[in-house]
């Protein structure tokens, strides 16, 4: 399994080249601008680990 990360940046320029860049390297990426929506996945998800 790939190692899932979570991504957390308000421009969404940024936010689109790190999602690309990571997933070419083999991560699973959830992405999010939003600060409520971060602690939300955060408890919802596993970050970090391969599963």
Same mark, same amino acid.
């Given at each position: 399994?790939?190692?899932?990360?979570?991504?957390?940046v308000? !421009? /969404?320029d940024?936010?689109s080249?790190l999602? #690309?860049?990571?997933? =070419?390297?083999? #991560?699973?990426?959830?992405?999010? @601008? @939003?600060?409520? !929506? /971060?602690?939300? =996945?955060?408890k919802?998800?596993? #970050?970090?680990?391969?599963f």
């Open positions: 399994m790939k190692p899932h990360i979570l991504i957390v308000d !421009e /969404a940024l936010l080249t999602q #690309y860049n990571f997933t =070419n390297e083999d #991560y699973r990426v959830t992405m999010t @601008s @939003s600060d409520k !929506e /971060a602690i939300k =996945n955060i919802d998800n596993k #970050y970090g680990q391969n």
